[in-house]
C-alpha cells in the first residue's frame, strides 16, 4: 500500500519520518510513504494520477491508501472529494484523505492532534482561550476548544476582514467569536490559554505580555523553544509546542489509513524528534 504527504513548500514536512516509523513497528514492511510538492492548480491532475486506489480492482497491492495535506491544500481538497466527514465540513479544512472502496474520502485530524497536545500538557478544560491567526490551523483550533467544552473565543488578527473564514467557521461550530486586531493584547489578561498558530516566531513580539498567560499552544515545532513559549516556562506556565499536535494528527491518520488501533505513538515520537535534531544540528549558523 502507498501514502504520501503533499503540499507546497512540502521538503521541510516531518510526516514521511513519522508515517514510516509507524510502518516499521506495525510490521507494514509493504507500506510506502512519500512526499510530493503540490500547489492547489496541479492538485486535481495529481489526485486524478493516483490509480489505483483501495478498494479499485481485485487487488490492493501498490494501491493508493490515503494522504496526508497541508498548506495549501486543506481547502482546496473539499471539491475533489466523493464524502467528507461532518467535522472537516464545519473547519472547512481536510489535512487527510482516505481512499476506501475506490472513493476518496476527506477528514480533519488536525482537531485531534490539538485536543492531545493539549491533554499530554495537562490541559484539558480551559475556561476561556485567545487564537492568535486566522487561518485553517486556526479553525481546527477553535474545534478543538469546543471539544474541550467552551463555547466562545477571542481571535487576534492583523486584518479583521480577512478572518472571516474563520469566523464562518465559528458560526458553523455554535461557538460565539470576538475578532480583535493583534495590537489589542489586553485581552490576554485572564485568559486561560493562548494559542498562537502564527508562523515561525511572529508571536515572540508578544513575549512579555505572554507570559502572564497560564498556559501557551504555540504550533511552531522549529527552532524551539519559541521566545514566546520560552517565556510562559519561565515564568511558570504550561507550554505545548507544535510537534505534540503534529504528532498526534498523523497517529490518528495512520489509524484512518490503515484501519488498525495498535499506532506506535512513541515511536513515532522519537523518529520525529529525531529528525528534528538531526536539522538543528545541520542548520546553518
Avoid at 472502496?101 to 497536545?117: E, F, M, P
Avoid at 486561560?192 to 515572540?204: C, E, K, Q, W
Avoid at 489509513?257 to 524528534?273: K, W, Y
Wanted: aromatic residues 4%; glycine residues 10%.
Amino acid at each position: 500500500m502507498r501514502a504520501a504527504v503533499m503540499g507546497s513548500p512540502i521538503a521541510h514536512s516531518l510526516s514521511p519520518f513519522l508515517h514510516r516509523a509507524a510502518y516499521r513497528e506495525m510490521g507494514l514492511a509493504g507500506w510506502s510513504y512519500e512526499a510530493f510538492e503540490c500547489d492547489e492548480a496541479r492538485l486535481p491532475e495529481l489526485l486524478g494520477e493516483l490509480t489505483p486506489v483501495r478498494g479499485q480492482g481485485r487487488a490492493d497491492e501498490g494501491a493508493w491508501a490515503g494522504l496526508s495535506l497541508t498548506m495549501p491544500l486543506k481547502r482546496a481538497v473539499l471539491p475533489l472529494l466523493d464524502t467528507v466527514s461532518e467535522l472537516a465540513v464545519e473547519v472547512g479544512g481536510a489535512n487527510t484523505v482516505v481512499f476506501r472502496d475506490g472513493h476518496r474520502h476527506g477528514d480533519n485530524t488536525d482537531v485531534y492532534g490539538i485536543v492531545r497536545a493539549l491533554a499530554e500538557a495537562g490541559v484539558h478544560t480551559p475556561r476561556s482561550a485567545v487564537v492568535l491567526g486566522g487561518g485553517a490551523t486556526a479553525a481546527s483550533t477553535l474545534a478543538a476548544l469546543r471539544d474541550l467544552g467552551l463555547h466562545a473565543a477571542t481571535l487576534l488578527v492583523r486584518e479583521p476582514a480577512r478572518a472571516a473564514g474563520t469566523a464562518e467557521v465559528a458560526e458553523r461550530l455554535g461557538m460565539a467569536l470576538a475578532v480583535e486586531t493583534l495590537d489589542k493584547l489586553d485581552v490576554f489578561t485572564g485568559a486561560d490559554l493562548v494559542v498562537s498558530t502564527l508562523p515561525g516566531g511572529a508571536a515572540d513580539a508578544f513575549a512579555d505580555r505572554l507570559a502572564r498567560v497560564p498556559a501557551l499552544f504555540d504550533v511552531v515545532y522549529s527552532p524551539w523553544p519559541t521566545r514566546a513559549a520560552a517565556a510562559v516556562a519561565a515564568a511558570g506556565g504550561t507550554v505545548v509546542g507544535g510537534f505534540a499536535m503534529l504528532l498526534h494528527q498523523a497517529v490518528r491518520q495512520v489509524e484512518l489509513m490503515t484501519g488498525r488501533a495498535d499506532v506506535p505513538v512513541e515511536a513515532m515520537r522519537t523518529a520525529g524528534e529525531a529528525e528534528i535534531r538531526r536539522r538543528a544540528a545541520t542548520a546553518p549558523a
